[in-house]
């Protein structure tokens, strides 16, 4: 629990029970309360009222009002609040109660800063310096950063996250403690359906930490809230101010043992889409002259309709790459000129961070560009009314592929069940990923004529290579080959107008991976879960901005206090309740849990082997065994990967029970899970399926676009092996009285 200096704040005696029959302490009930709050989005009356009610019912179970209350949850958080001219949106300072107002250097308006915070004319920033320094010190991180740096060795030949990227090795030659790189997300999210109100976040994931603790530890840095977007060079002011000061200054912070260090910190990375990108780069939108930001493309404009639309099609040669020292050199042409050179409109704030490039700095992002922009472009192509007389219409066909897909049942990773097509304009961006590198390759096979299908696999084979949790760098060539292809062919199968911007940044996509790692490492999935999770946290229309960053505080809270009141042993009841409220994990002490990171969950059988299950198991522990009475399980976990038996996964709308095995060709369904009597060993036991590739070649691509895909075929051989044999998840598909399988790419977040 925090505590505060002022002597008036109640801090209950945490470890104290709030009754003499029960064993809820003070601690887990404050715990229980905030979670409750934050998940049903409570007002602050409602937040009041409930405090009076607990509070009534058990007397000062609970600090005795919603300011006491806040007083303890909230101590130590201070946000800054920076005013901008109402007229022309330049940025004036900071709102501290000192300074009480300036002349605007645009408009010369005399400009007081308490009636821009009534009009609603500031944004709020939270320093990044406390929130690295509470990640590193009060969340435990700064030492596993040190251990996870000490350790790190990945082969060159592969990538395994974005800290093997060459961009980034480049930046960070020298390892954590002694620097820290972050990646930075700003994005617009509306906020009302009935205004043009946006909210647009400034986000960080710190790049040294693993994958699956930097996606719980984002930082929220800056809140902007008001009509239409925000003028980038006023809302990054003090953002940039502050990235340079904790880079010059370096971060100060201390290790559990007390030691000092000092960091210095990188933003290297900024992951936005088209709209913020250009915004940020202060380079011409997508449908201007010169509009991409990573090359000197031109565009082409060609009729479309009624009208027309700006195009970039492949050409003979590739545009030149844009460069940071050539990009710094326009902006200062065009700052003298007042008119845009080559689609740089001036100078961007970001020139000022140090070592950061403008180009290099930025990357196309997979979600926006791939999945929400060339997946969802080909699916409206090939399905709309407008297009069915076209030769790749398959719209006449829609029936049978909604029947496909509907009756797909994909693992527990692919957290959306398919919908159908005829539902596409609702679709997410993990519903469209999921389309390209899992369903699509299966679906539309017999169904798209062949040459639109080969066209197609040319994409699928691409992505799905850069999104594997291990990127082999010898697979890039042929990716770029394949993408260069992709973007070439649209003209002549589609038409001059169909290749979109979105459709032009594939030609980037593998020159980023190198940069900056695989697919997954930089996408914005991660951030746009934020934006929803930001968006449950209003629950008013006024003050906006404070309301969503006091409750995102009180949500990033839960976590400490998980481990401060549940951690330990305590009643099972109220930690199930307190995870359900929160969304965290707590310990479940009725799992059985074994060696190796593997569990035991659910309900256990106690049963004897099978014939087939008992010459299985001795031949793989080679021996016999005292008793065929062993302890069955329905469901394990094996290293976070979630396993079900065949039986209990036909009773769902999912099928966890398909797997790869090392040192075992094919694919293999859990059959049983056992453990052996008078031992703590597991025995699984998987029936093999016998597989063999699917074949799809390309002119001048000498590869099978289609070699992670399997025809398979049940057989009645049993395999008996260890959990820790089960190698990657894999996905089954039935097509025409045909089955399909597939390894799962690694998903970062659904």
Same mark, same amino acid.
């Given at each position: 629990m925090p505590h505060d200096d002022d002597q008036d704040v109640y801090l209950p005696n945490e470890n104290e029970p709030i009754h003499q029959n029960t064993s809820i302490t003070r601690g887990q009930l404050f715990a229980l309360t905030v979670a409750f709050m934050t998940r049903h989005s409570l007002t602050t009356a409602a937040i009041a009222d409930l405090i009076l009610l607990l509070n009534t019912i058990? @007397?000062?179970?609970?600090? %005795?009002?919603i300011y006491f209350f806040n007083k303890v949850l909230h101590s130590g958080y201070c946000t800054d609040t920076y005013v901008y001219c109402d007229v022309c949106e330049v940025f004036l300072g900071k709102f501290d109660g000192e300074t009480k107002n300036a002349v605007c250097s645009a408009c010369e308006k005399n400009v007081f800063f308490a009636d821009m915070v009534k009009k609603g004319c500031f944004f709020i920033v939270y320093p990044l310096e406390k929130s690295l320094r509470t990640m590193l010190e009060d969340n435990d991180l700064g030492q596993c950063l040190i251990d996870t740096a000490a350790c790190s060795s990945t082969s060159a030949a592969v990538m395994a996250d974005i800290t093997d990227g060459d961009e980034y090795q480049r930046k960070n030659i020298l390892p954590f403690p002694n620097s820290i790189s972050l990646s930075c997300n700003i994005d617009g999210v509306p906020v009302f359906k009935s205004s043009n109100t946006s909210m647009w976040p400034i986000f960080y994931v710190v790049?040294?930490?693993p994958f699956s603790l930097r996606r719980e530890n984002l930082i929220l840095h800056g809140l902007w809230c008001g009509p239409g977007k925000p003028k980038m060079e006023c809302f990054l002011k003090p953002v940039?101010? %502050? =990235?340079?000061?904790?880079h010059d200054s370096k971060l100060v912070w201390r290790t559990k043992a007390g030691v000092e260090m000092e960091t210095t910190v990188h933003c290297d990375l900024f992951v936005c889409d088209s709209v913020a990108r250009p915004a940020l780069q202060n380079i011409k939108q997508f449908n201007g002259k010169f509009g991409c930001g990573f090359c000197m493309h031109e565009?082409? =404009?060609?009729?479309?309709?009624?009208? +027309?639309?700006?195009t970039y099609p492949s050409g003979n040669h590739l545009p030149e790459l844009r460069t940071h020292e050539q990009t710094v050199e326009l902006a200062c042409q065009a700052e003298s000129t007042h008119v845009a050179v080559s689609g740089v409109k001036g100078i961007s704030l970001l020139y000022l961070l140090p070592d950061f490039d403008i180009i290099t700095g930025f990357n196309p992002e997979c979600m926006h560009s791939v999945m929400l922009g060339v997946v969802r472009q080909f699916a409206s192509l090939w399905m709309d009314s407008q297009y069915s007389g076209c030769a790749f219409s398959i719209r006449a066909k829609s029936t049978m592929i909604n029947s496909l897909l509907v009756s797909i049942k994909p693992p527990s990773e692919v957290k959306r069940l398919p919908r159908s097509l005829e539902s596409r304009c609702y679709w997410k961006a993990s519903e469209w990923r999921a389309f390209l590198l899992l369903y699509s390759v299966v679906i539309l096979k017999g169904v798209l004529p062949d040459r639109y299908y080969n066209h197609w696999i040319l994409l699928v084979y691409s992505v799905y290579s850069?999104?594997?949790k291990l990127v082999d760098r010898t697979c890039l060539l042929t990716c770029d080959l394949a993408l260069n292809k992709f973007v070439a062919e649209i003209p002549h199968l589609y038409g001059a107008e169909f290749v979109s911007y979105n459709v032009h940044l594939l030609v980037h996509l593998v020159e980023s991976v190198k940069n900056?790692? @695989?697919l997954w490492a930089t996408s914005a999935f991660v951030f746009e879960d934020a934006n929803r999770i930001l968006m449950r946290l209003l629950h008013g229309t006024r003050t906006v901005s404070k309301q969503v960053f006091q409750n995102f505080h009180t949500v990033h809270y839960l976590k400490p206090m998980a481990k401060a009141y549940f951690a330990n042993k305590c009643d099972q009841k109220v930690a199930k309740l307190f995870n359900k409220l929160s969304h965290l994990r707590v310990p479940c002490t009725k799992a059985v849990r074994f060696e190796d990171g593997v569990v035991g969950v659910g309900h256990r059988i106690i049963s004897i082997l099978s014939v087939g299950e008992l010459l299985a198991v001795e031949a793989y522990i080679g021996t016999s065994l005292p008793s065929i009475v062993v +302890?069955?399980?329905?469901?394990?976990?094996v290293n976070g990967m979630v396993m079900h038996t065949v039986n209990y996964s036909a009773k769902f709308k999912r099928n966890d029970s398909l797997v790869s095995l090392h040192n075992h060709s094919g694919v293999f369904a859990l059959h049983s899970v056992v453990q052996l009597p008078a031992t703590m060993q597991l025995v699984c036991f998987f029936q093999r399926y016998r597989v063999h590739q699917v074949v799809v070649h390309s002119a001048e691509i000498n590869v099978n676009l289609c070699k992670h895909v399997w025809h398979a075929h049940q057989t009645e051989n049993l395999v008996a092996c260890s959990p820790t044999d089960i190698g990657h998840k894999c996905i089954g598909l039935n097509s025409k009285s045909s089955f399909y399988c597939m390894k799962l790419p690694f998903f970062e977040l659904d």
């Open positions: 058990l @007397p000062s179970c609970l600090p %005795e009002n790049n040294n930490l940039v101010n %502050e =990235l340079i000061d904790l565009g082409v =404009l060609v009729s479309k309709g009624q009208g +027309t639309v700006r850069m999104h594997q900056w790692g @695989p +302890t069955r399980f329905s469901r394990i976990i």
